[in-house]
């Protein structure tokens, strides 16, 4: 198994171009099943959940080749209408195929999507919105038998959460089904205006994406687009969290700040210095940091759950006590013990972790528990003091473009081994 070793305590200085978005990247990829000619995907990270998706593809008669950053797809006749177990298992989010596959065949099996590293993973949101347009789901030992005997019709549907994949699995059903789709309380994460934007390439139908309200009118076929994937908002906030851990400089190439105000809003707090100028992100931490006094994860544009590992990590050693709800999963503090054998002081009282601050980290032996929790660890060992070796880094690689690259263009002192 590879492992990250890393000597803590180097200042970053640079510049990073931003990779293209995982979760944009994932459902766009499902996406292209719906299209009845070739697309090709620019700007696409080179990640294991990319690869997945691409098996995936290819399993549904869609083929995929990847070429450095671009996707091109050739879709095919569609030979099978389910997804292999073991594909459903290697990506927890291959349920997003769903909805792909019924809008394109009326049909699918797969398995029921394993739990994952951060708890349950439910997917009843997503199964009440398919049978309100038209589907029949029956669950057999695990697996989930869907048709829609019918075809695909428009509905109205409400979320009573405003799930990320309940709404693009919605979309991905709607922009083929007969009529039109009303969906209320829908997600307004970035993610879910890129996959509208290349369903609108394509020749979809879709207003309001963004907003709680999105409105779809079906249509006949989509066609084929090249598509340029937007900056992964998640990969920028590491970057700036393993700055923030170290003190440093940096200058994000490629960025999008205009979807990260809650995100820069929580460094600026710790007294970093952010100027943004259209695809561009400077910057500039000063050690020590402040803390926080309370940050909770929210839907968007709330801040980011996926941001909530790699901001602790930071707060470790800031001046001060934060506080940090996790209101999105159930499970997501699994980073704690980790950071905690680095020195950290944290207490957990079930969604709720204080940290508080501690001069400084030391390195020592963990394992990554998720893609997140990983970063977090990653994000630890380049502010602390002496060498971390950090263990099942394939959860990174699930979500990080060559991290270790990237952080050695900045001087951090990283080895993959
Ligand atoms: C997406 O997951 C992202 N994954 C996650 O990023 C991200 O953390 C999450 O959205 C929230 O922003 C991808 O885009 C591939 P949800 P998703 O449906 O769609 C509950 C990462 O690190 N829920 O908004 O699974 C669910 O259990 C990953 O890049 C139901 O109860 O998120 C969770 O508690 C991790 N029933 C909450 O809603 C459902 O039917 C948010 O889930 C669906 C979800």
Redesign the pocket.
């Known amino acids: 198994m590879q492992k990250f070793v890393i000597h803590g305590g180097r200042r970053l200085e640079g510049e990073v171009t931003v990779q293209g978005a995982?979760?944009s990247a994932?459902p766009i990829l499902a996406a292209a099943l719906l299209c009845e000619e070739p697309c090709e995907l620019q700007n696409c990270p080179r990640l294991s959940d990319v690869y997945a998706a691409c098996r995936i593809l290819s399993s549904l008669g869609c083929r995929c080749s990847v070429s450095g950053h671009t996707v091109r797809t050739q879709p095919g006749p569609v030979e099978e209408t389910w997804i292999p177990e073991h594909l459903m298992q290697e990506m927890r989010?291959s349920i997003i195929f769903l909805g792909a596959m019924l809008g394109r065949t009326g049909a699918c099996t797969l398995g029921y999507p394993g739990g994952c590293e951060?708890g349950?993973?439910?997917?009843?949101?997503?199964l009440s919105a398919l049978r309100r347009m038209g589907v029949r789901i029956r669950e057999e030992g695990g697996v989930l038998r869907c048709i829609a005997p019918g075809g695909l019709h428009g509905a109205k549907i409400h979320l009573q959460?405003p799930?990320?994949?309940?709404t693009e699995n919605i979309l991905l059903a709607a922009v083929l089904a007969q009529g039109e789709t009303l969906l209320t309380n829908a997600?307004r994460?970035p993610?879910i205006t890129d996959l509208a934007g290349f369903l609108r390439a394509a020749g979809a139908r879709i207003e309001g994406d963004g907003s709680s309200t999105v409105y779809v009118e079906g249509v006949k076929s989509l066609h084929g687009c090249t598509y340029r994937i937007m900056p992964d908002r998640?990969a920028a906030a590491t970057w700036m969290a393993a700055a923030a851990a170290c003190g440093g400089e940096l200058v994000l190439r490629g960025a999008a700040p205009s979807g990260m105000e809650s995100l820069l809003d929580v460094f600026e707090q710790m007294h970093c210095r952010v100027r943004t100028e259209q695809d561009i992100l400077r910057f500039h931490a000063v050690q020590p940091l402040h803390a926080v006094r309370f940050v909770r994860t929210m839907p968007y544009p709330g801040f980011?759950?996926?941001a909530q590992a790699i901001v602790m990590a930071v707060l470790c050693t800031a001046r001060g006590t934060s506080l940090m709800e996790e209101t999105?999963?159930?499970n997501r503090f699994r980073h704690v013990d980790a950071l905690t054998r680095m020195g950290a002081d944290i207490r957990v009282a079930g969604r709720v972790a204080s940290v508080h601050g501690v001069p400084a980290l030391h390195g020592a032996q963990v394992a990554a528990t998720d893609?997140?929790g990983g970063a977090a660890m990653l994000t630890a060992a380049l502010g602390a003091q002496g060498e971390t070796v950090l263990s099942e880094i394939s959860h990174i690689d699930r979500?990080y473009d060559a991290p270790e690259e990237v952080l050695r263009s900045l001087g951090a002192d990283i080895e993959r081994v």
């Open positions: 995982k979760n994932l989010s951060l349950p993973r439910p997917i009843d949101l997503h959460f799930s990320v994949g309940a997600a994460e993610e998640i980011p759950t996926d999105i999963f159930e893609l997140r979500g």
